[in-house]
């Protein structure tokens, strides 16, 4: 079954990867189509072993293990069986140049941080409910922003960041914690979450174009590492929860942004 596998991911091209991804398989290839249909059963096999249940294990261990493949494997298994688990609009209509492993690279990444420590496809319900009430906290009043965003600049004047890339990110930073806040709030909607990669595409990446990869990794660490130093008038108890879930939050949108940077295709 191991090469099975190996062999049907490995000859399958990018517009039936994203088909089978989608759910939305059709029979125009006659070349590939035993090669799309089977990759398309072992990829429901896996989805139906997987389902909504919160394993023991992270999920691609369980594949591993249950369907004896190699670690790889069951990671590209697992990162498959997200974007299947939440109907990521991948076609290649709205992305023409965007390889599929790229999509896959970011399904890992979400699945490691926004679920329950990567033991199950769905989304962890404590980061859902936090992203959608830090979006109302921040915004409940200007300063909030305002003050977050001199924590963020003077962070990254301290650390040593070129003025000219400091200066652009300042300008910006309205727009861009409106994308980032706007996006997690799509979190707890199945409907918008499907459209995270349009989202991502559309509302975030034009914001940090002529940003390097570095500057941006210290702007995330800085929103990071600053968070708790915001005074959003909760108790401390709550504060904590919220920045374990930020933290979570921004670390999977930072590592999506990186690669969707190094790739400069989207």
Not at 209 to 225: D, G
Request: charged share 30%.
């Amino acid at each position: 079954m191991k090469t099975s596998h190996a062999r049907s991911l490995a000859e399958i091209g990018k517009t039936s990867q994203r088909k089978i991804s989608t759910k939305k398989l059709g029979r125009r290839s006659k070349k590939k189509s035993k090669i799309v249909k089977r990759q398309y059963e072992n990829v429901r096999r896996i989805n139906r072993a997987m389902g909504h249940a919160h394993h023991q294990l992270a999920v691609y261990k369980v594949i591993q293990s249950k369907f004896c493949l190699s670690k790889e494997l069951a990671q590209r298994y697992a990162s498959i069986s997200f974007l299947c688990h939440h109907s990521f609009d991948t076609s290649q209509k709205k992305f023409p140049t965007n390889s599929y492993r790229e999509f896959e690279s970011i399904s890992s990444i979400l699945l490691e941080y926004w679920t329950s420590e990567g033991k199950c496809l769905a989304l962890d319900s404590n980061l859902i409910n936090d992203t959608r009430d830090l979006k109302a906290l921040l915004y409940s009043s200007k300063d909030k922003i305002e003050r977050y965003k001199g924590l963020v600049v003077d962070h990254l004047i301290r650390i040593g960041q070129d003025k000219s890339s400091v200066s652009r990110i300042e300008e910006r930073f309205g727009s861009f914690m409106k994308a980032v806040l706007f996006i997690g709030g799509t979190l707890s909607q199945s409907k918008e979450f499907r459209d995270f990669f349009v989202e991502m595409s559309e509302k975030l990446m034009g914001i940090i174009k002529n940003v390097s990869i570095t500057e941006i990794r210290e702007f995330f660490q800085a929103l990071i590492t600053e968070f708790d130093h915001l005074n959003l008038e909760v108790s401390r108890k709550t504060m904590q929860r919220y920045s374990t879930s930020w933290k979570r939050y921004l670390r999977g949108i930072g590592e999506c942004v990186v690669i969707l940077l190094q790739s400069g295709r989207l």
